[in-house]
């Protein structure tokens, strides 16, 4: 029996886990900072794959206000959530029409998708680490950028 009730609390920090990590986007695509916040523990930090330091909730709160900026209708679409004890993965598409100019292309009016697998870690009910891993060269691509080959000189 107290094998059960293990897997039973497991089963259910798992889901509160998950649900944590929806009310993330949630409060990403409602512009509700305040909720987000309350999310993060104090420790906090976003690890991005290009960037070589980590980000803290000021940096990531800037990001998603510039590109809320360029694509007002910006929405998360979560398409898979699995969790394992204080790590849940999120499988999301994200999309907008780009209205304003986004660093550096101007307004293309294009609706845009971005893929993206986001892990977080989640202790005591507030995330500890996020990664963000997001096709980039995709959603350039969308916005009419161009992949060459670097000319010789």
């Not at 889901?15 to 104090?42: C, P, R, S, T, Y």
């Not at 029409?97 to 870690?121: C, Q, V």
């Amino acid at each position: 029996m107290d094998e059960l009730e293990k897997f039973k609390a497991q089963a259910a920090l798992e889901e509160q886990n998950k649900g944590i990590a929806k009310e993330l986007f949630v409060a990403i695509d409602a512009g509700d900072f305040d909720k987000f916040k309350e999310l993060f523990a104090d420790d906090f930090s976003l690890k991005v794959p290009g960037f070589d330091e980590p980000w803290g909730t000021d940096m990531l709160f800037q990001t998603i206000k510039s590109h809320y900026t360029a694509f007002p209708d910006w929405t998360h679409v979560i398409e898979e959530v699995v969790a394992e004890g204080e790590k849940v993965t999120v499988k999301v598409n994200q999309n907008g029409t780009h209205k304003a100019e986004y660093e550096g292309i101007p307004a293309t009016g294009i609706e845009a998708t971005l893929p993206a697998m986001h892990l977080f870690t989640i202790k005591n009910g507030k995330v500890v680490d996020w990664v963000a891993v997001e096709d980039h060269l995709v959603f350039y691509i969308q916005l009419g950028m161009e992949l060459k080959p670097k000319e010789e000189k």
